[in-house]
């Protein structure tokens, strides 16, 4: 029942974001300074404050790492063999990025951290620096060869190297590593400003989904939710049980792999030649059916 509880609350806050667009509360300019305010203040205090006192080796470990490349690996493969065929290159490269690169920032550590606790947000954390490192360049490269789309590469990846989740989990691994110590007034205000990651981050999302009305295809749509929020989690519960991994630590990766497309997907794909209302439906359709997902991952691992 408090899984439900817990979902519950979700789906709340993105009703509230949804309803704030429309009303006109949180236009462009707000949703972005709310977006600042998760991107560059409340997610990397989260993720420094889930890594800087936990061991090195109870966060990464070479099983961790290799089982989240196996899945996206995976994944990608599949999504390309599934999506290969389809005759518009704007739609089949919009399918192929948003069938792997997953909401584990905004919404998945976040989640996770309010889900199953501190133990397993050092993890998430991990994951979501994995997922940088891998998601965004790919996602990147994948749009502008499928569409031939007139951008500078370096210029596009430059951001991944100045991502500031990115840095503070680097900081967090590097005092972790050292021994080194936090004054517990900073530790205690950087745990309540962690605190408000969730929230924000949901009501940014929420003020991001879009319904279009275009005449798109929703049987790729379908397959994009299929592989996104049913295949990708589902395979990543194999790959961890055979590697026996911890169950917490478990439970967190499948959690942060069960995450809906995320919005940057939107974006990369408005800006580098992919059918940016496929998109914009991708986003929304998988968010709305990733709760009932999430709540079964829950329910089952949690």
């Known amino acids: 029942m408090e899984v439900f509880v817990r979902l519950g609350y979700l789906l709340a806050l993105l009703g509230v974001g949804v309803a704030a667009r429309r009303a006109g509360v949180l236009n462009d300019r707000r949703t972005g300074w709310l977006n600042d305010a998760a991107f560059y203040v409340a997610l990397p205090a989260l993720v420094f404050s889930s890594t800087y006192n936990r061991a090195l080796g109870e966060l990464v470990s070479p099983a961790l790492v290799a089982g989240v490349l196996v899945v996206f690996a995976t994944v990608i493969g599949l999504a390309w063999l599934v999506h290969r065929r389809r005759p518009s290159r704007a739609r089949r490269s919009v399918a192929l990025v948003q069938s792997y690169h997953s909401n584990l ?131 990543a519960w194999v790959v961890f049980t055979l590697l026996s991994v911890d169950a917490t630590a478990a439970a967190a990766v499948v959690v942060m792999l069960g995450m809906p497309s995320a919005v940057s997907t939107y974006v990369y794909s408005t800006e580098l030649g992919g059918d940016s209302q496929l998109a914009s439906l991708n986003v929304f359709a998988t968010t709305l059916a990733s709760l009932a997902t999430v709540a079964l991952i829950l329910e089952v691992m949690g």
């Open 105 to 235: 920032g905004f919404l998945g550590l976040p989640l996770v951290q309010a889900t199953l606790g501190d133990a397993a947000s050092g993890t998430a954390a991990v994951v979501l620096g994995v997922g940088i490192l891998v998601q965004t360049p790919l996602t990147v490269c994948s749009l502008i060869a499928i569409n031939d789309a007139d951008a500078d590469v370096a210029t596009e990846l430059r951001g991944v190297a100045t991502n500031p989740v990115l840095i503070a989990l680097a900081a967090g691994l590097s005092v972790s590593t050292a021994g080194l110590g936090v004054p517990g007034a900073v530790a205690t205000g950087l745990g309540w400003v962690s605190t408000l990651a969730l929230p924000i981050a949901l009501l940014c999302v929420g003020a991001s989904l879009q319904v279009v009305d275009a005449d798109v295809d929703y049987g790729l749509t379908g397959s994009v939710v299929a592989m996104k929020i049913g295949l990708m989690p589902a395979l």
